[in-house]
């Protein structure tokens, strides 16, 4: 039996639609997954923190995201542990502590030549790295600029809309339920 080349379209065509909305029901769980994991870290004061320099590599390289436990006390780090602190204008730091004495710690970036200046006390200490995520900041990154929000925005309405498309399966059973309805409505005149 031959199969004619409509058969061959239509057949391809069903896959492909198929392929597509099982990708667009696995994106929609993966975002809504991400945006519920990071609103809870968040309740949980444990934020994220995007690396942009080399100086804590190759512990943690540019671009990782760091999840800073900010329920930590700075009393509790001890040396050799990771922090995060501001500096300057507000500038964020993620540095090792080498050193403490009397209340104040001295930190330094592992690649770095020199411990950091200032040192860390409770007024500019945030927390405690606990989770570093490697080169994951790059899409955070990217989504902080204007292509990547305009994307960000369209990707999200494209779901949003393909998640509402019927497919054949809800079709059909919309319309048994619809024959079932008119034969019971028919059976109780």
């Avoid at 501001?86 to 104040?104: F, K, N, P, Y």
């Avoid at 925005?153 to 949003?160: E, G």
């Avoid at 079709?171 to 619809?178: D, G, H, P, R, V």
Wanted: net charge positive; charged share 20%.
């Amino acid at each position: 039996m031959a199969v004619s080349l409509q058969q061959i379209v239509k057949f391809l065509l069903r896959t492909v639609w198929k392929l597509i909305q099982k990708t667009v029901s696995f994106l929609t769980t993966v975002v809504i997954l991400t945006a519920l994991t990071v609103s809870v870290l968040y309740m949980m004061k444990i934020k994220p923190y995007v690396v942009t320099t080399g100086s804590m590599e190759p512990a943690i390289p540019v671009h990782s995201i760091c999840f800073v436990n900010e329920n930590i006390p700075l009393e509790q780090i001890s040396v050799g542990e990771v922090i995060s602190f501001r500096i300057g204008a507000g500038q964020l730091v993620t540095h090792r502590v080498s050193d403490i004495h009397e209340g104040e710690y001295t930190t330094k970036g592992d690649a770095n030549n020199s411990e950091d200046h200032a040192p860390v006390t409770l007024d500019n200490y945030i927390g405690k790295t606990a989770v570093v995520i490697p080169k994951a900041g790059i899409i955070i990154i990217f989504l902080h600029t204007r292509t990547g929000k305009y994307i960000a925005v369209s990707v999200i309405l494209l779901l949003l809309i393909l998640s509402f498309i019927p497919t054949k399966k809800n079709l059909s059973a919309q319309a048994e339920s619809e024959r079932k309805e008119s034969a019971d409505g028919t059976n109780k005149d």
